[in-house]
């Protein structure tokens, strides 16, 4: 499609592309393009199941996405659904799916809600984790347990080896260290008697089946919620060596760190009991938001494509990355990667992954004209933080330093929250019809990991504004 493109139209064309990439990995919808029923036939991915009594039908749906996940497997059950329990975050709330008014909670008595912590779990967690293995302790050969997992049910669904203040502690110096998702899951695994297969442990010899949208670059099923139906060859070793690698020790009091120590020692089930059916089917995950993305972006006639979604680093250090594709792309281009990075934290500013990166981003591409970098989480949540990411030309730097605002600054505080804070708070007073930097578009109620998209303009264009 030949569409005339404009710089000053970026901020439209971003909404669009972060749109169509949100919906294309829509929780409910993902669940019923996998799962449908015929009577007492339940199929799942390429799997069938007969749904005949006395035998049981269980469902846990746990994650940022869990409980538009339970409505629409809800829907499909129908009568042959005997109990559900949902855990999920407290902005469920925020989705425009009250959870009090859902038609199936409030006909349905077997459902059972917790409304855990996230990023680091809370005693909510841990009650979640307990009702989870009382429930599936009681389950027969006769039973199918189905599976709703999605982003930070990690942190939702709880039963530590330590006692949970230790738990918050480890949760946070990890997150804090710059480890990677899957080096946090390993830990997570060894320490946590729900991860690394201990809901189908739990589950067996029922049978289970996992419908599972993916926020874990790779879709390593063992990562994924750090696999709490998924079975691994890990031990305490790995993740202790993970602990080593980002000298954890040093970042916890003596005391914690020797109840972790043992509890890392303490003799794993050698023989683990495992269901006698255990399916695995991936529902969403990154790739087809980018796809949906790319999508709509040649809709929009840009020549698009996707250069991985596979990205992964120091989120600062992906934004020089960013900046630089963004300096080489020809006009007309929009580039998408997919992945998630991390952040090391060295200051004590506010921020999350995806404002770090495009504030890096803005630094390195300062002074060059009809370039637009976003980056946004695709749960819609960046950090401790209001914001899904950031959007952020090469004026973005120049605008600032004309403020007195010191992009670095702020970078080097992993402050980026408040720079862009006080960016559109300079706008606003000067009453300037510019975008916002900030990308707020609320929880969303999925989580594939994050898009950074950058986008190019045909110079003349500039000079008809």
Not at 300 to 316: C, D, K, M, S, V
Not at 410 to 418: C, P
Not at 422 to 436: C, D, F, N, R, V
Request: aromatic fraction near 4%; glycine fraction near 8%; charge should be negative.
């Amino acid at each position: 499609m030949n569409q005339v493109l404009r710089f000053q139209d970026y901020p439209e064309h971003a909404a669009a592309l972060i749109d169509a990439a949100v919906a294309a990995v829509e929780p409910g919808t993902a669940v019923s393009g996998n799962m449908q029923r015929d009577g007492r036939s339940l199929t799942i991915g390429h799997e069938i199941y007969n749904v005949t009594e006395p035998g049981r039908v269980i469902l846990i749906s746990v994650g940022k996405a869990a409980v538009p996940m339970a409505l629409a497997a809800a829907e499909i059950l129908g009568d042959t659904l005997t109990k559900a329990l949902i855990v999920t975050k407290k902005s469920a709330r925020n989705w425009g799916l009250e959870i009090e008014s859902a038609p199936f909670i409030i006909h349905h008595s077997s459902f059972q809600i917790f409304e855990s912590g996230h990023p680091v779990p809370n005693e909510a967690s841990v009650q979640a984790g307990t009702a989870v293995l009382d429930l599936l302790t009681q389950t027969t050969g006769s039973d199918l347990v189905i599976f709703l997992i999605s982003g930070g049910a990690s942190a939702l669904l709880a039963q530590p080896l330590v006692p949970l203040a230790d738990w918050q502690r480890l949760t946070q110096a990890l997150l804090a260290s710059g480890c990677t998702i899957d080096e946090l899951n390993c830990v997570r695994r060894q320490l946590d008697e729900v991860k690394g297969g201990g809901l189908a442990r739990a589950a067996a010899p029922a049978a289970c089946a996992s419908l599972i949208l993916s926020d874990v670059i790779g879709n390593s099923l063992a990562a994924i919620g750090s696999g709490p139906t998924v079975f691994t060859k890990e031990t305490p070793a790995h993740a202790l060596a993970v602990l080593k690698r980002y000298r954890i020790e040093e970042r916890l009091e003596t005391a914690v760190w020797q109840r972790i120590l043992a509890a890392l020692d303490t003799p794993p089930d050698a023989n683990p009991t495992a269901p006698p059916h255990n399916q695995h089917l991936i529902i969403g995950d990154v790739g087809q938001a980018a796809a949906a993305a790319m999508t709509k972006a040649a809709r929009l006639g840009f020549i698009a494509q996707i250069l991985t979604t596979h990205l992964e680093g120091e989120a600062r250090e992906i934004g020089k990355v960013a900046a630089a594709l963004a300096k080489d792309a020809p006009p007309g281009r929009c580039l998408i990667l997919g992945g998630e990075t991390t952040v090391t934290l060295q200051g004590q500013g506010k921020g999350g992954r995806n404002q770090e990166l495009a504030l890096a981003a803005a630094i390195a591409l300062e002074g060059w004209p009809d370039r637009a970098i976003i980056s946004f989480a695709t749960d819609g949540e960046d950090g401790p933080t209001d914001a899904a990411g950031g959007m952020v030309t090469g004026e973005t730097a120049v605008f600032a330093a004309s403020r007195q605002l010191n992009p670095t600054t702020h970078l080097d505080n992993n402050d980026s929250y408040t720079f862009f804070q006080q960016l559109e708070t300079k706008i606003e007073a000067e009453a300037m019809s510019l975008p916002h930097h900030h990308i707020r578009i609320g929880p969303t109620g999925t989580n594939v990991n994050d898009l950074l998209i950058i986008l190019t303009y045909p110079k003349q264009m500039r000079n008809d504004e």
